[in-house]
């Protein structure tokens, strides 16, 4: 299989203004530093933010040195110097693939239980922040009544539909076709949320040790999916500083041709974390790619519901498919309630067929009531989602507010929809940062959580699905917090030189 390699246009375009680069332990006086000095610490901070992905080779020298306009000894020394400190590793033969240093390397494995998971309940810190889920609406009640009233029909069956009942599989197609993907009932698959179905792909689509393309950073509890199923998750960096343009498709297509990956799972609908959209013309690209490289797209729609700005959402990436090349998976469980385990598939009655004999080893179909439920708060969707959105929004605005206030050395470049904002730390502490808060009455989930290879040590996912005077709250024991791991936070990665 060919080695994985970045594009020499693609590292220069995430490298930016690199001789100007700064990651807060830097000052004025090395503006005028050698030019491989710069450039080696611009390639050291995109490996620390994953956007140079662990074992993946780097341009050649030439390649580079041409892009950006140096020389090739310049490119020679960045190397050099980038070996020499551990994040480029040289095999006889072969190109430098990325590294970290031996006293920082992440092995990949599954993360340590969350700080949740340990604490009794009289222990819990006061704002939890590692989950971004809304409590249930008012109008949850008459959808439970209303399914209550509905059930005498299901009575005289076992009870154990396995593909869904045909009221939510109508509602849900005519919703896909109203958005410009004509779908009929068959089509759909309902299961015990959008993790289940995922799980449910991932057996039937990928084999022990396959390659499978993910957003960076994306959902965490998808990375464990495909983990826990024996594959390999192949990170292609988003840029969530580029609202229009976050999704790097070359990098897609590189990388699917790059390592042979036969399946990827994306979240083009308001990435968890950043909130990033993808548009329409991104969406086409991203199909005709699954046709080029004939690699199967899972596309998560979870939080397809969520748009903040009102804005008419592009169709489902499926609407720009010739075939059966995109899979859709969807949730109530982020636009209604958590507490409702009720999520589909939208795919080809093939495929819908090979997962039913999966299904069949795990469980037995969805729960009847929760179906019923999910049927009437579909119907009454436009005005329940409406007032949710415009309750995210001014939360949202609250947070944002916040940090600027309190915090106003991070980053933090809002997205479009969804419930969290994906924010950069001027130092490389998430984890410690995540360790710290619940002293400070809060709950975080580290950046590295959200991607693989201990990338992400400078972000934080903040989820602004608490009311404003919680969020206030949780910014003030952040930045307490934060305060707390002075002096490291002032020099958050040791320089080069």
């Known amino acids: 299989m060919a080695m994985r390699v970045i594009g020499a246009g693609s590292l220069a375009r995430d490298l930016g203004a690199w001789r100007n680069v700064d990651d807060g332990a830097t000052s004025a006086r090395h503006s005028s530093r050698p030019a491989y000095l710069?450039?080696?610490?611009?390639?050291?901070?995109?490996?620390?933010?994953?956007?140079?992905?662990?074992?993946?080779?780097?341009?050649?020298?030439?390649?580079?040195?041409?892009?950006?306009g140096v020389s090739r000894t310049t490119i020679t020394s960045t190397y050099?110097?980038?070996?020499?400190?551990?994040?480029?590793?040289?095999?006889?033969?072969?190109?430098?693939?990325?590294?970290?240093?031996?006293?920082?390397?992440?092995?990949?494995?599954?993360?340590?239980?969350?700080?949740?998971?340990m604490m009794s309940p009289n222990e819990l810190p006061t704002i939890d922040l590692t989950y971004a889920a809304m409590a249930a609406p008012p109008e949850m009640r008459a959808a439970y009544s209303s399914a209550l009233d509905g059930i005498p029909n299901y009575l005289g069956t076992h009870g154990m539909d396995p593909v869904g009942v045909l009221p939510l599989r109508e509602v849900i197609a005519r919703r896909y076709t109203q958005r410009g993907l004509p779908t009929e009932p068959?089509?759909?698959?309902?299961?015990?949320?959008?993790?289940?179905?995922?799980?449910?792909?991932?057996n039937v689509l990928t084999a022990p040790a396959a390659r499978v393309l993910i957003d960076h950073p994306t959902y965490p509890n998808a990375i464990e999916a495909i983990r826990d199923v024996g594959a390999r998750p192949v990170p292609v960096p988003l840029r969530p500083e580029d609202p229009a343009d976050g999704w790097d498709l070359d990098g897609i297509r590189s990388a699917a041709r790059q390592t042979a990956a036969a399946l990827a799972y994306l979240v083009p609908d308001y990435n968890n974390p950043t909130g990033l959209l993808m548009n329409a013309e991104g969406r086409a690209e991203l199909a005709a790619i699954a046709r080029e490289t004939r690699m199967t797209m899972v596309i998560d729609e979870s939080m397809a519901d969520l748009n903040l700005t009102g804005e008419v959402l592009p169709?489902?990436?499926?609407?720009?498919?010739?075939?059966?090349?995109?899979?859709?998976?969807?949730?109530?469980?982020?636009?209604?309630?958590?507490?409702?385990?009720?999520?589909?598939?939208?795919?080809?009655?093939?495929?819908?067929?090979?997962l039913l004999g999966i299904r069949s080893t795990?469980?037995?179909?969805?729960?009847?009531?929760?179906?019923?439920?999910?049927?009437?708060?579909?119907?009454?969707?436009?005005?329940?989602?409406?007032?949710?959105?415009?309750?995210?929004?001014?939360?949202?605005e609250t947070l944002v507010d916040a940090l600027a206030e309190d915090l106003p050395d991070w980053r933090v470049t809002p997205g479009i929809?969804?419930?969290?904002?994906?924010?950069?730390?001027?130092?490389?502490?998430?984890?410690?940062?995540?360790?710290?808060?619940?002293?400070?009455?809060?709950?975080?989930a580290a950046g590295p959580r959200f991607g693989?290879?201990?990338?992400?040590?400078?972000?934080?996912?903040?989820?602004?699905?608490?009311?404003?005077?919680?969020?206030?709250?949780?910014v003030k024991g952040i930045a307490a917090a934060y305060a707390a791991l002075t002096p490291r936070a002032a020099d958050p990665l040791t320089p080069l030189y």
């Open 417 to 444: 929809g969804g419930m969290s904002v994906w924010a950069q730390l001027p130092a490389s502490v998430s984890t410690a940062l995540a360790a710290t808060a619940p002293n400070h009455g809060v709950l975080l």
């Open 315 to 354: 169709p489902p990436v499926a609407a720009f498919a010739r075939g059966s090349e995109i899979v859709t998976i969807g949730s109530a469980s982020k636009s209604f309630w958590g507490g409702l385990r009720v999520g589909w598939i939208r795919t080809s009655q093939t495929l819908i067929t090979k």
């Open 38 to 68: 710069a450039l080696a610490e611009g390639i050291r901070l995109l490996i620390h933010d994953g956007r140079a992905p662990l074992g993946v080779a780097l341009p050649s020298e030439r390649d580079l040195a041409a892009t950006l």
């Open 452 to 474: 693989v290879q201990g990338a992400f040590e400078r972000f934080v996912r903040l989820p602004f699905n608490h009311q404003s005077s919680d969020l206030r709250l949780a």
């Open 186 to 202: 068959d089509q759909i698959l309902v299961t015990l949320g959008a993790q289940h179905g995922l799980r449910l792909l991932l």
């Open 80 to 117: 050099s110097l980038l070996r020499e400190n551990g994040y480029l590793i040289s095999r006889q033969g072969s190109r430098s693939t990325v590294a970290l240093p031996g006293d920082i390397q992440h092995d990949g494995s599954k993360p340590a239980r969350s700080i949740l998971a």
């Open 362 to 396: 795990v469980d037995l179909g969805t729960p009847v009531m929760d179906q019923l439920a999910t049927v009437h708060l579909l119907t009454q969707a436009e005005g329940i989602l409406d007032r949710r959105c415009a309750q995210l929004l001014e939360q949202r």
